[in-house]
């Protein structure tokens, strides 16, 4: 059973777009992590959410958790072809226990 | 150089022979996980470890065995593989001691190996 919701699985969109992935779950997350994974290598960490309605930014890429802790949102501004990849967000569920979504396959065109 | 070092990155072989993906980190990490990643389904995970001789099952076991007889090693044993199993296979590392909440640490992804049997 897939515990995490990612919408949409796949984006093409022009360099200088803004675009939003979403990840979802009907249960309560008691942290989120969300990872860009690039062909030919693993996923590599961007962040980390841990307090319902926590906002974090990484130039631009601006990450939000739920108030409620069960849904957590991507956006990212003026996007390059550098944030081509796959975007991964994954619930850890104790004692490193984790559930990944099925991700968001992202293409920026130039 | 921090890393996760998983060998071989690329294997065909056939249905039956066994074989072991092996999994090495040098950051001293508590705990070590295998995943399997195919199209559509995501990342889901096979095995974790917590400790040295400490091993859990995690979604998808079936087919695998681990062990963690050293803290850096992390070995993925596939007794009698079967073609179900072609994927992409990864290793990861996190839990630095002394660095707060391991659920929130990082998990360090080696580079893949891609399995095919056939």
């Known amino acids: 059973t897939q515990l995490l919701e990612q919408s949409p699985q796949f984006l093409s969109i022009q360099e200088g777009e803004n675009l939003t992935v979403y990840c979802n779950s009907s249960s309560v997350f008691s942290s989120l992590q969300w990872y860009r994974q690039e062909p030919g290598e693993g996923p590599v960490l961007l962040v980390t959410?841990?307090?319902?309605?926590e906002v974090k930014k990484l130039k631009r890429l601006t990450f939000q958790f739920g108030d409620a802790r069960k849904d957590s949102s991507l956006h990212i501004t003026a996007a390059q072809p550098g944030d081509t990849g796959l975007y991964l967000c994954?619930?850890?569920?104790?004692?490193?226990?984790?559930?990944f979504g099925q991700g968001t396959r992202l293409t920026i065109n130039p | 150089e921090a890393q996760v070092t998983q060998n071989p990155r690329y294997l065909i072989t056939v249905t039956g022979k066994k074989l072991t993906v092996t999994c090495s980190q040098n950051?001293?990490?508590?705990?070590m996980s295998w995943y399997r990643q195919d199209p559509g389904l995501g990342l889901r995970q096979i095995y974790y470890s917590m400790n040295v001789e400490v091993t859990d099952k995690g979604d998808v076991p079936e087919g695998y065995k681990v062990s963690r007889k050293e803290k850096r090693n992390f070995p993925l044993i596939l007794e009698s593989p079967s073609p179900n199993q072609t994927s992409l296979y990864f290793c990861?590392?996190?839990?630095?001691?002394?660095?707060?909440?391991?659920?929130?640490?990082?998990?360090?992804f080696g580079d893949g190996t891609r399995l095919s049997i056939l």
């Open positions: 990861a590392s996190s839990g630095e001691p002394g660095q707060g909440d391991y659920s929130n640490q990082p998990q360090h």
């Open positions: 959410v841990v307090t319902g309605g």
């Open positions: 950051m001293n990490h508590e705990y």
């Open positions: 994954v619930r850890v569920q104790g004692a490193q226990k984790l559930v």
